[in-house]
Structures are given as C-alpha cells and as structure tokens.
C-alpha cells in the first residue's frame, strides 16, 4: 500500500500505482492513494492531462486511468475474431493511444461457441505472459451509441433519423462533423434520456443515390466488406498455381453451367448421359462439376481466414459481398465457358426411378461448355429444335440432362418434400443504379432441374462421407415444434380447413394441406403460414436429417465459392479420399460443432441484409407512388395495428389501429385478429384489401399505411353502430367483414 506523501507524487509512481491497484484507477483513487490534499488534487489534474498528452496514460470510460498501451482491468471489448481452433478474440472497444496498435486478447469463454464476431462483452482483464486474457463478466446489448442514419434540418437544427424500421426516435446532433442534411451517417450518441445528442464519427455519403442501400445493410450489420491487403497478396499468388497432376481429365465432356442472368459466380455445373451399364438399364451417369475451391484456399491460410470470418458471401441487387476476393471467386474459381478450370467432381449413377445407385469423388479439369441462363437453357429446351454455334448443338447438351432430371423428379415426388412455390422478389436496376422493376421472380422447370442436380449431389457428399467415418458439416432442418404446429392449427382454423395436432408430422402433412386448398385465393396466404411453422436450417456436425427435403442425410457440398460449409465438405472429401492438398486439419475436425455455430449465425446476418436492403429498394419504388390506392395483403395484426405487404411487389408496412378509426378495436392473440367494437369489422392475417400509401421511407425500408378515405376516415357515428361496407372477399372465410372501399 503507498504511504502518503507531502506534494505531488513523480511520473512513475503513478504509473506504478495504476498497474499494481485492485481497483480502476480515477483521479479520486489515485489522489486518495497518496493522501493528497486539495490543493494537491487540482495539480494532480494537470499532471494526470501532461501524462495523457505525453502518451504516458489513457484514460477508460468511468475516467479511470491505465498505461498507455495497456488494459483496464474491467472494460468493453468487442469480439473481433474466431480462429481455426475455435478460440475467440477480442479487442477494445476504445483505443485512443495513437501509434499503438489495439491489442488482441484471448476470450476464456464460459460456453463454447457461445459468443459471435461483432458482440459486446464487458469483461475482467489480466496480463498472462506475452499476452491478454479477457473473463466475460456479461454479454452486452449491441452498442447503442452507435447509430446509422440520416441527417436532416429543421428549424435551423441538425436532427439524426435512425436507418432501422424499428427505431422511431430522433435525436438532436451536437456535431455534425462536417456531414449536411441528407447525408448517410455513423454516428455516436451520448448523454441519458431525455437529453441525448448525437456526434457524427463518419460520413457516409447520399443515402438515396444509386447502389447505396445495400452500403446501409453492410454498415449497419457490420458485414466484413473490405479484405486485408494480405489475403488480397495471397489470392493473387494462388491463383497462379497451375491445375496440378493427378487430376481426372473430364474437358471432353460437354458440362455446362446453368446459372441465374445476373450470377457473378459459377460453382456449379452438370452433365449427363444415358447409362450403358446393363446394371442400370434405363438409368443414367450424370455429373455435378463443383469448384475446386479448397485447392486455392488452404486452411489457416489469409485468404481462408477472410473466408470464416464472412461465413459466405451477401447478394445484394446493386452488388455482391464476395466470401473470396474477386479474382477467385469471380475468376480463377468461376467455372466460365471455354476456359480450364480445377473441379471437385460429383459422379452420380443414377437409377430409371431417380435412386442413387453409386457415387465418387474425384479432382478434375473441366472446360464448361456454355454458361447459360436459366432462361436460355429452358427456350433451347422448350423449341425442341437444334441451337447450333461455336459451343456447338446445345439441345443436344440438354436434352440428356433433361431427361436425367424427369428420373430425379420421381424420386422427388415419391419421398414428397415440402412443397411451397412462393414467388422470389427481383430488384431489377438499369446500369445507372435506378430501380425499373420490382417483380416476382419466375420459376421455370431449368431451377428445379438444377436444384435436384444439385440436391443429389449434396446427399452424395454426405453419405460418401459416413461411409468414410469422415467428419461431416451436415445441413440440419429439424420437424416443426409442438407450439408452431399449435399456431398453425388455430391459422387454418379461420380457413375451416382442418389439422390435427395428433399425427406424425411429415412435409407430405403440408403438401396435403395446400392440396385441399387448391386454387383458393388465401392459397399463397396459408403456404407462408406453413413456412413460418417451419424452423430455421443451420449446420452441425450432428445428424438429425433435412426434414423440409425429406432427407436423412444432406451436406451442403455445391458452392463452395459463397459458402464456408461447403468448403468445409470438400475439404473432408479431400481428405477422406486421398486428392492431395487441401484437406481438413484434425483440429476443424475436432471444432465442427463451434465452426458450425458461428456460420449459422453468419448466415443469418446475411438474410438479414438482404432482406433489409430489398426492403429499401421497394421502397425506394413506391415512394413515387405515395398517396395512391393499392391491393395489399395483411402479413401480421398486432395489438397496435396490423403489418400489410403490397401484391406483387413486396415490402412490409404498418397500418396503425388508431388509424382504423374512432372505434375501438379488440386484440384477439391466439386468431390474430383486431375486431371492432362497434362494427364487429375484422382483420386479420391474410386478408386482402385495398389501402392508401401513406409514406415509403427508402432509408428505413418502411412503408405505413391508411385507409383509401384518408387517415382515420372510418370512424363511425359517436354513440352508434357505423355501416359495414363489404369488398370483394378475397382471402378470408365469408363471416369476417372487410373494412374499405367496395370493389
């Protein structure tokens, strides 16, 4: 313990003081440590601050002081990385001490694979040797003084509105740093509710100009979208490697890859033939070329550890977050017409009733053919006629393929796999970046032949691997819960369809449901219904089978360009099968169920962004179409209002029940239904009716709606029952009134 002394105490029994305390070290503890008095203490502030500028100190929040280039004891860190044996790194979420560099500290976790890259944890810190250790006292909620948003001016003063949807508060800006009204901004927040202000750290540039949206996604999620100069180094110097010895010599054969128009990558293509094996009479030898991807990214490698910390790539309308840097993943790897390529090939036989008969694995050299677009595969096929050119006679590329699909079609439909056609939005851009469309994408019989190509071969993989005893990075899509099916069962309840809770649930249980619907108008209403009831796929070295495909065994083996999983099963087959370089190292086999963990939930950041960043661009769409009437479909009620989506087009906004008008409306939680109190009018999930649009904020992606009268329009005489005003009823059964304009 330090003895006090008279006067100031030097430089460095500060410093000393500061490292040996057992507490965060303030101007308080340290003047109290030295038993200084009053007068002392305000020369103590001034040695502490020529201490902080001489590069001595820095202080932490809670303005407790800790050498600089050091640690304190208790502070924020934020995860910033998960290495190959599953060890989490950390680093401060504040580091001021400039030409020093953050330090990196090892995160003893509590549960394994519990913490993600991009979390907040407030921990305990101690020196161990070389090195940092970091003991995780509480996870965090995400930094709230970190916002995303928009400035704009009023009244002479800067306000910062939120980029997220859910975020309804504004909040004054203290300093703008530059940024002007209009402008795309990260900023930081400080102060306690009421008075909380906003401090601009960078400008992000015009939310509003064209490819922008998607930059919101990426800095809102904190979606890895620059690669370090080293793994760009190594990408370059890989992608000279020649093909290699060894390798099956398959460019005779004319594969082709069937991709979609706008794909900026090809992982994938296939080849088929009938098979003369008198074994197989009426069956068929088909090929799934995939990728040589673990040639050119070795595990540990820079380049492969970019690959983990992406966990695959994001697809954005306006541009792609690449997994790889470009000149692997849209060139070296990319299976492109003419050219030689490195390939892990899937050798299917397959059976006249579409069974897997047999399978093997094996490096190849491929040259693709034609890269064709699911639309031009599917015209060559659908005029039945001879499309002859440099490729040569496509049609007669095609028509074997074809015919190999209509045998894995009937294994498809006799193991009845979930079976819900629900349109894909598509954002088309013109090449300035300007939105000209946004429709449902069409399905044509080319996606579902590529798709069944493709799930056979990712069930080869999988069981190619059991039967190795290899370590296998399954795709797991496990039965709905009892409390889905239980909602579900009220859900159709309303339609009077019929479900019961007793049965053995099958995705066959579904597809039976859909079929007694037919064509009924609510049909689309009640598949989304069923995808809800649905839960969400991940990836685990544990099997529990893919109960949407109806499978027992899947893996996800056919892009490894976009997917680390992928990589991570080439890399098994590698090893499983003797192809050389490249293989699974023991301590990935030993850390699946973790590596599994972190890139689930790096996929779902990636649906998150591409979701949200649609959402913008539909917005973005209908904000010239503000004030208009239009057909909507309502996708969720609430006790505050109900959420509507536009037919045929997408988005998702809110019509709020004080908007209904001057009735009030019940809540009922289990039907999901808001219902007059005076005109016993319902709405409920999966009605259709027409509504005004109110307002479409491109920046957020939300959309709020209003009656087609005007806001609030509909409220019924005071004291009496207002008239119930039908529409056509679309989408609900004939007892439940629609409130709106007639039709």
């Avoid at 579904?510 to 796929?537: K, S, W, Y």
Wanted: glycine letters at 10%; charged letters at 30%; one cysteine or more.
């Amino acid at each position: 313990m330090y003895k006090p002394k008279a006067g100031l105490p030097t430089r460095e029994q500060i410093l000393d003081f500061i490292a040996t305390s057992d507490v965060p070290a303030g101007k308080r503890e340290i003047a109290k440590g030295f038993g200084l008095s009053a007068q002392d203490k305000i020369g103590l502030k001034a040695l502490l601050k020529d201490m902080a500028d001489e590069g001595l100190i820095d202080s932490a929040p809670g303005r407790a002081f800790h050498k600089m280039g050091g640690i304190p004891k208790v502070t924020v860190l934020r995860i910033a990385d998960v290495d190959d044996g599953g060890n989490v790194w950390a680093v401060p979420e504040r580091w001021e001490a400039e030409g020093v560099p953050p330090p990196r500290l090892r995160v003893r976790e509590r549960k394994r694979g519990a913490l993600g890259v991009g979390e907040r944890i407030l921990a305990r810190t101690e020196e161990a040797g070389n090195g940092w250790i970091a003991h995780p006292m509480k996870v965090l909620a995400p930094a709230s003084e970190q916002v995303l948003g928009v400035l704009r001016e009023e009244a002479g003063r800067l306000w910062l509105t939120g980029v997220d949807k859910r975020e309804r508060r504004e909040f004054a800006v203290a300093d703008a740093g530059g940024a002007a009204p209009g402008d795309l901004v990260l900023a930081e927040l400080a102060g306690k509710p009421p008075k909380i202000a906003a401090r601009v750290v960078s400008k992000l540039g015009d939310p509003f100009a064209a490819r922008s949206f998607s930059l919101i996604a990426i800095h809102k999620l904190g979606i890895p979208d620059v690669f370090s100069e080293e793994a760009l180094d190594e990408a370059e110097r890989v992608s000279k490697l020649p093909l290699g010895e060894g390798r099956e010599d398959l460019r005779d054969l004319p594969i082709v890859a069937i991709d979609p128009e706008d794909a900026r990558d090809h992982d994938d293509a296939v080849w088929a033939e009938a098979d003369d094996d008198p074994s197989n009479a009426g069956g068929w030898k088909a090929i799934v070329a995939i990728a040589d991807v673990s040639f050119y990214v070795r595990p540990k490698s820079e380049v492969d550890r970019e690959a983990r910390r992406r966990g695959n790539s994001v697809y954005f309308p306006d541009r792609v977050v690449p997994m790889l840097p470009e000149i692997l993943s849209a060139e070296v790897c990319s299976l492109k017409e003419g050219a030689d390529r490195a390939a892990l090939a899937c050798h299917l036989r397959i059976g006249k009733d579409g069974s897997l008969k047999s399978w093997r694995f094996t490096r190849a050299v491929v040259r693709i053919a034609a890269n064709l677009a699911y639309e031009e595969a599917q015209a060559i096929i659908d005029a039945a006629s001879p499309v002859v050119d440099e490729r040569g006679d496509m049609l007669a590329v095609l028509q074997p393929l074809w015919a190999c699909w209509h045998a894995l079609a009937k294994a498809r439909d006799a193991r009845a796999p979930l079976d819900l056609d629900l349109p894909e939005r598509r954002v088309v851009l013109d090449e300035q970046g300007r939105i000209m469309s946004v429709s449902p994408r069409e399905r044509l019989d080319a996606h579902r032949l590529i798709e069944d190509y493709m799930i056979a071969a990712n069930v080869a993989a999988a069981k190619a691997l059991e039967a190795k005893k290899a370590p296998v990075m399954y795709r797991i899509h496990e039965p709905p819960s009892r409390e889905k099916l239980a909602a579900l069962k009220e859900y159709l309840e309303t339609f009077d369809v019929p479900f019961a809770l007793g049965q053995v649930v099958r995705p066959a249980t579904f597809n039976h449901i859909i079929e007694r619907i037919g064509d009924a108008d609510f049909r689309p209403q009640v598949m989304e219904q069923i995808l809800r009831t649905q839960t969400q796929a991940y990836y685990a070295p544990g099997n529990h089978g893919h109960f949407g495909l109806s499978l027992g065994s899947y893996a996800h083996f056919t892009s490894p360009i976009r997917r680390y999983a992928d990589l991570l099963v080439h890399r098994s087959l590698v090893s499983a099968y003797g192809l050389g370089e490249g293989g699974l190292p023991a301590d990935d086999a030993v850390n699946m169920e973790s590596v599994g963990e972190i890139i689930s939930r790096l996929e779902r950041r990636a649906m998150e962004a591409e979701r949200d960043t649609t959402d913008r661009y539909v917005a973005a769409f209908l904000s010239e179409r503000v004030g208009q009437v239009m057909d909507v479909r309502i996708t969720g009620v609430t006790n505050f209002g109900f959420f509507a989506t536009v037919e045929g087009i997408g988005g998702d906004g809110l019509m709020p029940v004080r908007d209904l008008g001057g009735e009030y409306f019940r809540f009922d939680e289990g039907a999901r239904t808001l219902t007059g109190e005076h005109s016993g009018d319902v709405f409920a999930q999966g009605q259709t009716l027409e509504l005004r649009l109110a307002e479409a904020n491109p920046v957020s992606g939300a959309l709020r709606f209003e009656m087609p009268e005007g806001k609030g329009a509909a409220q019924p005489p005071r004291g009496g029952r207002k008239p119930v005003r039908e529409i056509k009823r679309r989408g609900r059964p004939a007892n439940i009134r629609h409130q709106g304009k007639r039709r």
